[in-house]
């Protein structure tokens, strides 16, 4: 089944590298739509992806029912936690992991105009998701923040609080993190920033040049990666939560300047409800708030015993078994 199954997701992406590197007789160039089950793109045709980059190819590649928790019922072969890192791997692959339609129709009109309009030799992979939530309006701006990677989706309330944290969440998981950031205030009075990341991978590529341009220019004006451009002014800790195993959102810890937690879905898939499955990979809203809690508690800010409450009054047990070992 598993064979028959990489046979024909090869086979369909063969199709779309040969229509993704035609041209037709005026010279524009076609930028077709692949879609299909996140965990059957990167990890079974990694070598196709990696040829289409190398043969300057150019299209969509959409990762459906994309998450370790989204497509929760089909357990341990379907459910991708570790596609981005692969994504990422590929130079020339652009790679996001949008929450709401107006990111994913900023990321597509950007794609369009870069490999369309500027003919620039790329392609994107673009994460999408079959979990029925509310769709809110565009924040006014943020469309640059969407494509480099990271905007302020939800500022801080104006009202006095105990302390103030940035949370950060992409994909279906942003949903949680703005639940935490409720739950924070109205249990634990502290308010939160709330940050959409909507591509760690832009943002970690952004930080890399800019690294690579300071080395280079050591007696000029050293540049700041936009990320920490975001985030150099927050007082508090900040809270990573995504769809994807942590080594995903790590990889701009060292960019971020404040204290850096990372929720992430270590381990294999399995079959559940989605709430179940994202308490099970400790990323739901209630270990959000746990996480930032005890950030604070690490900073001084708290006593540990806050945490231990918080923990009883979401039902977290101290013997729960790591995800990942299960």
């Known amino acids: 089944q598993i064979m028959e199954e990489g046979i024909t997701e090869a086979g369909a992406f063969s199709a779309w590298l040969a229509n993704a590197t035609s041209y037709s007789n005026n010279n524009l160039v076609m930028l077709p739509f692949y879609i299909f089950y996140s965990m059957f793109g990167f990890q079974r045709i990694h070598d196709l992806a990696w040829a289409a980059g190398d043969s300057q190819a150019r299209g969509f590649l959409m990762g459906a029912t994309a998450g370790r928790t989204t497509l929760n019922g089909e357990g341990l072969q379907h459910q991708d936690g570790h596609g981005l890192i692969f994504a990422n791997t590929i130079p020339n692959c652009v790679s996001y992991d949008p929450t709401y339609a107006f990111e994913l129709a900023v990321i597509i009109q950007n794609g369009l105009q870069r490999m369309f309009a500027d003919k620039e030799n790329c392609f994107y992979y673009v994460t999408t998701m079959n979990e029925n939530y509310h769709q809110p309006e565009m924040p006014e701006g943020v469309e640059e923040g969407i494509v ?179």
């Open 148 to 326: 480099k990677g990271m905007y302020l989706f939800q500022k801080a309330p104006s009202a006095k609080a105990d302390f103030t944290v940035e949370l950060m969440g992409s994909g279906t998981i942003l949903r949680e993190v703005l639940a935490a950031a409720e739950l924070l205030k109205d249990n634990h009075n502290i308010k939160a920033n709330v940050w959409s990341a909507t591509s760690i991978n832009e943002l970690v590529r952004e930080a890399h040049s800019v690294d690579r341009w300071n080395m280079l220019h050591a007696e000029e004006e050293q540049r700041v990666p936009y990320v920490t451009q975001l985030l150099q002014g927050a007082k508090g800790p900040v809270i990573a939560a995504t769809d994807y195993i942590k080594a995903y959102a790590d990889q701009i810890r060292r960019f971020v300047p404040q204290r850096y937690t990372v929720l992430g879905t270590d381990g294999y898939g399995r079959s559940d409800t989605r709430s179940k499955l994202r308490h099970f990979f400790e990323v739901d809203r209630y270990f959000i708030v746990v996480a930032t809690l005890k950030s604070l508690a690490d900073d001084g800010d708290l006593k540990p015993s806050v945490v231990t409450d918080a923990m009883q009054k979401y039902g977290i047990s101290d013997s729960k078994k790591d995800p990942w070992t299960c």
